[in-house]
């Protein structure tokens, strides 16, 4: 779940389920707030709850062998890397395993189609392309790592990906082959230049 308390959090979601489709099961709670995480989880790990309805506190390092079952309440609150680990907590043990993206998004919007295509793939590599396409690369020349302050503004790290990479191999060869005609092509680059290629 992507909150703890109201609608479609963690502990109305437990007593929905504990009243209603899954009565009868062992059902247990698991958030942020505990004190106690470690222990429920490892009750979960033994066997001892059927069911854990928890926040993303199940994100990273958790590998309960036998849970073969995951639900991703309200998916679109969540990152492409973030989907992709959650739904890498089920099936550890090689059976087989399910992922349901639950989501709110209407059909027709981009947080659905962006959940649609996670669960298209399981490609860490394509998961990480669609992530830039939907973040941005963030500033790839300064500190800044929000996509939406982007500093390139006349390239595309996946759509001209091979000019790239095409324009440091060059570059890295000329400064190999002759180190005086590369210094010397810098440094005639005047300032309004340099601003140019900076913000470019």
Do not use: W
Request: glycine share 8%; proline share 2%; aromatic share 4%.
């Amino acid at each position: 779940c992507p909150r703890i308390e109201g609608e479609g959090g963690v502990l109305e979601l437990a007593e929905e389920l504990q009243n209603g489709a899954l009565a009868g099961l062992r059902i247990m709670v698991l958030h942020g707030r505990m004190d106690d995480k470690d222990d429920r989880m490892a009750a979960f790990a033994r066997g001892e709850v059927d069911v854990l309805v928890s926040t993303t506190v199940i994100e990273v390092g958790v590998d309960v062998a036998n849970a073969t079952i995951i639900l991703i309440r309200e998916s679109e609150n969540f990152g492409v890397s973030q989907l992709h680990q959650l739904r890498g907590r089920v099936g550890r043990g090689g059976n087989a395993s399910l992922c349901l993206f639950h989501t709110l998004s209407a059909p027709d919007s981009a947080s659905f189609e962006r959940i649609n295509k996670i669960a298209a793939t399981s490609s860490g590599f394509e998961l990480t392309e669609l992530d830039m396409d939907y973040r941005r690369e963030g500033d790839v020349l300064g500190t800044r790592q929000s996509g939406r302050q982007r500093t390139l503004q006349l390239l595309d790290l996946n759509e001209d990906l091979l000019i790239i990479e095409r324009a440091y191999e060059d570059a890295y060869q000329l400064v190999e082959d002759n180190p005086e005609l590369a210094f010397k092509l810098t440094a005639e680059i005047r300032e309004k230049e340099q601003e140019y290629l900076d913000k470019a």
